[in-house]
């Protein structure tokens, strides 16, 4: 979100002037556009093979030698097109680091083309290969994100062949600890965060969504915030629980839980638990990812853990529904105690009319290109991401990159049919953004 309405609607003026300012044209696309509409066809089979080597490297966020392997694998790719580029390594946080592709020329919009290197899948994982079966491939990372990657390449490719390249200005920014970030994220995203105020606004190209069949593009995409519970109580025997024992650890937590439930509820948010555990005895790693505990049906619980998370839309709701889980964890039941904390989050992405003039802007040049009506997404149904970063100074589009299935999980797929169309329509954004 832009930091002011006012703000906001300039640029939403600018951006809408600027998606009809160029001649028309019978078929809709200039004689440049057609260019790039060749280029991007005659380079397919050469992108998924690109596509194939990115993916057959390992680069879960924790293997810093397999991202930094995928970032040198990068880096001719961006040289050969004229662009600046630059590694940051981020060691420090125990990640990898950080690929930043510059190219500027022209006095049109600054651009901001953001994807990451790594992925979910570390090198213990099953799941290492590439593989294609028609126009469905297959394989670690293919649509989250390396299939996005290849579509930035290959719109830049476009743009180069097209005789435009020489007039835009890109920023390409590859994080290389998107899917597990190094903290504090102050100093993880500090180099992105200053990438888009100096932008005009992004382009994220996480996977794209498909909804009924029809290409989705997003304008907004909800935050992450890991929240983490621990109670007490006055550990006894159970024939004096709530009555003079007080009502242990394990009725603490569950009242809480349940109070998120009933009154957490608002438009553009939702909250999960994802593990409790409770008894005598009870102790909680510090991932929250397992548990132990030990018991008897007969003592009341004198410890008590509790896990999830929050997606909230914005960081103003984020913020406000924290003040609310808060207020509920301090009404406690007799003799017992709570406490919760919150883990850093990813911000939230919230539509603003700046956006919305983006992506008409798209949906214009789709239509341009005989593609039909280009669908907008429901905010609500994408994860985190670190576009979300950069959105209270620039408006951006979400899921720029390859149609795909199973993100995160083992068999994990991409569609090829989405790769020309999706680089045909980022190249001719930036291009008309870039006269």
Same mark, same amino acid.
């Given at each position: 979100m832009l930091k002011t309405e006012t703000a906001a609607a300039l640029l939403a003026l600018a951006i809408g002037t600027i998606a009809f300012s160029g001649p028309a044209f019978a078929d809709g696309l200039s004689g440049d556009e057609k260019k790039i509409v060749a280029s991007v066809k005659s380079r397919h089979e050469e992108s998924v093979a690109l596509l194939e080597t990115l993916v057959n490297? #390992? !680069?879960g966020s924790l293997n810093i030698a397999g991202v930094t392997k995928v970032a040198d694998r990068l880096r001719p790719e961006f040289e050969k097109l004229?662009? +600046? /580029?630059?590694? *940051?390594p981020m060691t420090q946080l125990g990640r990898a680091g950080e690929l930043v592709a510059e190219h500027h020329g022209g006095s049109g919009k600054k651009i901001l083309m953001i994807a990451?290197?790594?992925t979910v899948f570390e090198p213990d994982s099953p799941f290492q290969t590439f +593989?294609? *079966? &028609?126009? *469905? /491939?297959? &394989?670690?990372?293919? #649509?989250d994100i390396k299939g996005g990657v290849v579509v930035i390449l290959d719109a830049l490719h476009a743009l180069k062949d097209a005789g435009l390249l020489q007039k835009a200005n890109v920023t390409v920014f590859l994080s290389g600890d998107e899917e597990k970030p190094g903290h504090p994220l102050a100093t993880a995203r500090r180099d992105l965060i200053? $990438?888009? +105020?100096? !932008?005009?606004? $992004?382009?994220?190209f996480e996977a794209m969504s498909r909804e009924k069949n029809q290409d989705t593009i @997003?304008? %907004?995409?909800r935050g992450a915030l890991a929240w983490r519970l621990s109670a007490t109580g006055v550990s006894g025997h159970s024939s004096g629980v709530g009555k003079g024992g007080g009502y242990g650890a394990v009725y603490e937590v569950a009242r809480i839980v349940d109070e998120f439930r009933t009154e957490l509820a608002e438009p553009h948010l939702t909250y999960n638990t994802s593990l409790i555990a409770g008894g005598?005895?009870?102790?909680?790693?510090?991932? $929250?990812? @397992?548990? *132990?505990v030990s018991g008897k049906d007969n003592i009341i619980a004198g410890k008590a853990y509790a896990a999830g998370d929050v997606r909230a839309q914005s960081e103003e709701q984020a913020e406000r529904v924290k003040k609310k889980m808060q207020d509920i964890v301090a009404r406690h039941l007799d003799q017992t105690n709570a406490e919760i904390s919150f883990e850093e989050g990813y911000p939230g992405m919230a539509p603003t009319p700046a956006s919305q003039a983006l992506f008409d802007q798209l949906g214009r040049i789709n239509v341009d290109l005989g593609l039909g009506a280009l669908n907008e997404g429901d905010p609500d149904l994408r994860g985190a %991401?670190?576009?979300?970063?950069? $959105? #209270?100074? /620039?408006? &951006?589009? /979400? &899921?720029m990159g390859l149609a795909g299935k199973g993100s995160h999980a083992v068999g994990e797929t991409a569609d090829l049919t989405s790769l020309d169309p999706q680089a045909e329509r980022a190249a001719i954004l930036i291009a008309r953004l870039s006269r």
């Open positions: 490297v #390992n !680069s004229g662009l +600046k /580029v630059t590694w *940051t990451h290197l790594d +593989k294609r *079966t &028609g126009d *469905t /491939v297959e &394989g670690p990372g293919v #649509n200053a $990438a888009g +105020k100096a !932008s005009d606004l $992004a382009l994220d @997003h304008i %907004g995409r005598a005895a009870a102790e909680i790693d510090e991932q $929250a990812t @397992h548990a *132990t %991401g670190d576009i979300a970063f950069v $959105a #209270n100074d /620039v408006p &951006g589009l /979400v &899921g």
